[in-house]
């Protein structure tokens, strides 16, 4: 397991960063030109193919092994009312997780997914960022240290989620610091916030961003003072996943953002991750722009819960079907273009 034992090792795992495997992909990319098909017909099936390929070393890659993780933690910044739900709204759906009752578990079912939910101390929420950091170095290195815990070296996918009342705020406040402009930019509704709503989550995150502008921009002070265990545990997750070679999918715009001060430090975090859709949120598409990375799916969604990715994950599986399933030029007997 990857360990996080002090604010350094962030910073260590991110300059050591594994690529992916170049033999599986030429070996990948040789079979789909003996498919029996016009070259690049399947459009971005093929090119998820030989992404997979590359990321799990296999030229033929599977998804036997999919894993869905959704972190959820409780924010102390809840009480500048910058959500629509109260706080107590987290535990109530990780209950709901945990009984079956909510969307992510219909779609993790569907997709082939096995569904874990990992709560970090739900009855003590981050410090209220707009004052102090959201979290201690020791609680936030443990957060990271949760989320590395849950890959398992024989993933073949991991999809990430979250849930968190208050998260989406934590979210604008971690891609403003790390990428810059007005907070107005990554503010959205979230759970369904109005007009004055939006306004009271605006001057939340500007003030966060004053009280630690004189703070260090390295990936683990960004995410200790301004995110959420959930938050720094989807970081920890993606970072060991790619030092396992694991490939990721991730969800909207608060699973997204876990990785902003990740990108702002190592852009290259994100290149064994596929986007699973670009949600509602306003900052989405804007932060996807920022990680270069098109999403499979738009679906107009907005829930979390890793919901969106684990309705991608069947394009995925439909790409492995076709890349390892299909015959042959020379297997089927078929003529090859003139």
Request: charged share 20%.
């Amino acid at each position: 397991m990857m360990r996080f034992d002090t604010a350094e090792s962030l910073s260590a795992a991110l300059r050591d960063l594994p690529p992916p495997d170049p033999a599986a992909i030429e070996a990948a990319a040789a079979r789909q030109a003996e498919l029996t098909k016009p070259a690049g017909s399947l459009g971005r099936l093929e090119t998820i193919a030989l992404f997979l390929a590359g990321w799990q070393g296999n030229p033929r890659p599977a998804l036997d092994k999919g894993r869905a993780v959704i972190f959820a933690g409780n924010h102390g910044v809840t009480q500048h009312g910058v959500s629509a739900f109260p706080a107590d709204v987290t535990a109530q759906m990780v209950a709901n997780f945990e009984n079956g009752g909510a969307a992510i578990n219909q779609l993790a079912r569907h997709a082939g997914l096995e569904l874990r939910i990992v709560a970090l101390d739900l009855d003590r929420p981050t410090a209220d960022f707009t004052r102090a950091s959201a979290m201690t170095e020791a609680e936030c290195l443990d957060a990271l240290a949760q989320g590395a815990a849950v890959v398992d070296p024989g993933l073949d996918l991991l999809v990430v989620g979250e849930m968190g009342i208050g998260n989406s705020t934590s979210a604008a406040a971690l891609c403003a610091r790390s990428f810059g402009g007005d907070p107005r930019d990554w503010v959205g509704p979230g759970t369904g916030l109005d007009a004055d709503g939006q306004a009271r989550k605006i001057a939340v995150v500007e003030r966060a961003l004053v009280t630690h502008a004189g703070a260090p921009h390295d990936a683990f002070e960004t995410l200790r003072r301004l995110g959420g265990r959930e938050i720094a545990a989807i970081a920890g997750a993606v970072l060991a996943a790619r030092h396992r070679r694991v490939p990721v999918m991730l969800d909207g715009f608060i699973a997204c953002a876990a990785l902003a001060p990740l990108v702002a430090q190592a852009p290259g975090i994100v290149d064994h991750c596929l986007a699973g859709h670009c949600s509602a949120e306003p900052g989405h598409a804007r932060l996807l722009e920022r990680f270069g990375l098109d999403p499979l799916l738009r679906l107009d969604m907005r829930l979390g819960e890793g919901s969106g990715a684990a309705v991608a994950v069947s394009i995925v599986r439909a790409a492995l079907a076709a890349h390892s399933g299909m015959a042959t030029f020379a297997e089927a007997q078929v003529a090859r273009r003139l």
